[in-house]
């Protein structure tokens, strides 16, 4: 069963500080890994996407690393801010075609406090 | 980049009543449109997929008859919620992919939030 798995479920950490988010995946075949940000109440953003061939793409403070071969992926978020505060959400592509539909972790909910 | 406007942001009805919720591509033609609700604390659920011109492709569990989706044109789908019930309110996002600029990714709309009273 096509399945993607984060952790944790949900983190505190003080503004300024550094993060990472995990995301375990299952789904095969596979065709790209995405990271969203769903702020509350909003539609998610894509933050980053990696195909197969990439190991690491960064946007802004926002750092997405792949390793293909253990199915393991990660965020790492630099220099938190308080607008930071949202879930994040890691999401597999299996097929490339547009109709393919893609497999939702069920997310982190990261908090950023003064 | 590709843009998706998702109308209304939210939305309360009576129950026994129907909501339309309008999902538009602003830049870019979609070719598919996915229709998603998302219940608290949790992650997107898949409802429909749908081909423009062609009829909707729904989820096992999703009564096809109860969520109506339309794609007519390749800048517009509409889902509509008929005889809604209090158990039908949740936060309904749309998501479209097509071709055009910045539209071969996954662009979601911002939801629509649905309270039947």
């Known amino acids: 069963k096509n399945q993607v798995e984060q952790s944790p479920q949900s983190l505190i950490i003080l503004e300024g500080k550094n993060c990472t988010l995990q995301c375990n995946y299952t789904v095969s075949p596979f065709s790209n890994l995405r990271w969203y940000k769903q702020d509350t109440g909003r539609g998610p953003v894509s933050l980053t996407i990696m195909t197969f061939s990439e190991n690491t793409k960064s946007n802004g403070r926002y750092t997405a690393t792949l390793d293909a071969d253990t199915k393991q992926s990660s965020l790492h978020i630099t220099a938190s801010q308080l607008s930071d505060s949202a879930s994040y959400i890691c999401v597999v592509n299996p097929h490339t075609g547009t109709a393919s539909k893609l497999t939702f972790g069920t997310g982190t909910r990261l908090q950023v406090t003064l | 980049g590709a843009v998706v406007s998702q109308h209304p942001s939210w939305v309360i009805c009576k129950s026994g009543t129907s909501v339309k919720i309008e999902c538009r591509s602003l830049?870019?033609?979609?070719?598919?449109m996915f229709w998603y609700r998302q219940f608290p604390k949790q992650s997107l659920m898949l409802m429909a997929t749908?081909?423009?011109?062609?009829?909707?492709?729904?989820e096992q569990g999703v009564e096809k008859d109860k969520f109506l989706i339309n794609h007519a044109s390749l800048t517009l789908s509409t889902l509509t919620v008929t005889s809604a019930h209090p158990e039908d309110s949740s936060f309904y996002i749309c998501?479209?992919?097509?071709?055009?600029?910045?539209?071969?990714?996954?662009?979601f709309g911002s939801g629509t939030r649905l309270t039947v009273v």
């Open positions: 830049d870019f033609q979609a070719t598919t």
């Open positions: 998501s479209a992919r097509g071709v055009g600029s910045g539209g071969s990714g996954y662009t």
């Open positions: 749908s081909n423009e011109g062609s009829k909707a492709t729904y």
